[in-house]
Nanobody
Framework: QVQLQESGPGLVKPSQTLSLTCTVS??????????WNWIRQPPGKGLEWMGV???????YYSPSLKSRTSISRDTSKNQFSLQLSSVTPEDTAVYYC????????????WGQGNLVTVSS
């Protein structure tokens, strides 16, 4: 059973960088052809896809967030991470990591979510 667990601070000050890590168990992040995503949900709003790192290390980002977003991985720890720079209160959201299991399965495994509040 694959499990994903987000970790990181719950409070970030405006203009700082938000950093979150997703630890994966029950499967390797390097296994073909899975894709490992960051998705967020601001209070009262829908889900917003932020970016992805593929099993081979390639990354892709939402155009609206690309200039501020970086996703990386540590295969030795089976983790992938999100960095979002220059945050504002509009970046307050529950941040999820999720696995894309392919067109048939879609987002088949999710973390429990990590609420990050941007406030001074």
């Amino acid at each position: 059973q694959v499990q994903l667990q987000e970790s990181g601070p719950g409070l970030v000050k405006p203009s700082q960088t938000l950093s979150l890590t997703c630890t994966v168990s029950g499967g390797s992040i390097s296994t073909s052809y899975y894709r490992w995503n960051w998705i967020r949900q601001p209070p009262g709003k829908g889900l917003e896809w932020m970016g992805v790192i593929h099993y081979d290390g390639n990354t892709y980002y939402s155009p609206s967030l690309k200039s501020r977003t970086s996703i990386s991985r540590d295969t030795s720890k089976n983790q992938f991470s999100l960095q979002l720079s220059s945050v504002t209160p509009e970046d307050t959201a529950v941040y999820y990591c999720a696995r894309w299991g392919g067109a048939w399965f879609g987002y088949d495994y999710w973390g429990q979510g990590n609420l990050v509040t941007v406030s001074s």
